[in-house]
């Protein structure tokens, strides 16, 4: 089991250190201002815990806003921007990818396709619940010998319970209540396949069911198309490698399964008004 990185206080935020981790938990804690654009998460689950804090953090391009008592979620590979005031102050824990599959595959992390709560506002009671765990493992670090086996349980508590309260705002979200158990599965098939499946008709295939039914049922209860939902994943991959990764244009049309760079370019601007290279460009 490879040792838990401790970083000592003053806390130098180091997000080239972050983007290539390689521990399976890490923890840093929270303190002061900070501001980033464009941040591409590394292969891990990050779990922040807030006390204080405001500002925005956008995540895969969605912004929020930040407040005090908020657990914010990121998952491996979302593009992450925020601009967090000078007031902030809490925890950050790093739990790897392989970490989060072999020991919490029963958590909604260790399944899910898409973050989709990756802000959450909390009680004060609960707070002071997860304040507790995350500083037992910030003290467990700060020992002359330390217990890495101590430390990584501590680490799987406080993803058990951020998963409590994932689970909860997922029962008392009313569209998601209403949402059916075959779009649940079109959603879990699209996020596997997406890279080389882009037609509903695979997907209604896959699900016993006949396009037409498919894309109508996404209409009625996300307000949008099956082929739009397809899209709105395929561009979501295309804005996170065209902002976060060093991979060229050419390469990412390839790997998002486009044969023509042209075919590619043509596809994003008529999705979003803009050509890939433009994504790349400092917008003011």
Not at 76 to 87: A, F, K
Not at 116 to 123: E, L
Not at 215 to 235: F, H, N, T, Y
Request: a positive charge.
């Amino acid at each position: 089991m490879k040792p838990v990185k401790h970083f000592p206080v003053p806390i130098v935020k180091d997000l080239d250190e972050e983007a290539h981790l390689a521990d399976s938990v890490v923890y840093r804690q929270i303190a002061g201002p900070s501001r980033v654009n464009n941040f591409r998460s590394p292969d891990f689950y990050v779990f922040l815990l807030f006390e204080k804090c405001s500002g925005t953090h956008s995540i895969d391009f969605v912004e929020y806003k930040e407040k005090d008592l908020q657990v914010h979620i990121s998952f491996p590979g979302q593009i992450h921007s925020w601009n967090t005031g000078p007031d902030a102050c809490g925890h950050k824990l790093f739990i790897s990818k392989h970490q989060v599959e072999a020991f919490l595959f029963e958590t909604q992390f260790s399944y899910a396709k898409a973050n989709r709560y990756p802000v959450i506002d909390i009680s004060q009671e609960m707070f002071e619940k997860l304040d507790l765990e995350f500083k037992a493992v910030q003290e467990e670090v700060a020992e002359a010998s330390v217990s890495w086996d101590v430390v990584t349980l501590r680490a799987q508590l406080i993803a058990i319970m951020i998963n409590q309260l994932v689970e909860e705002q997922f029962r008392k979200d009313a569209v998601m209540r209403k949402t059916s158990l075959l779009l649940l599965k079109f959603n879990a098939l699209m996020g596997k396949y997406f890279l080389g499946q882009k037609s509903v008709n695979y997907y209604a295939k896959q699900l016993s069911v006949t396009s037409s039914y498919l894309s109508a049922l996404c209409k009625k209860q996300l307000g949008v198309s099956a082929k739009e939902l397809i899209d709105q994943r395929v561009l979501l991959e295309a804005k996170r490698l065209l902002q976060g990764s060093d991979m060229t244009i050419k390469e990412i049309a390839y790997h998002l399964g486009f044969s023509e760079m042209a075919y590619f370019s043509n596809y994003i601007k008529s999705k979003t008004g803009f050509y890939p290279r433009q994504f790349r460009e400092p917008r003011g």
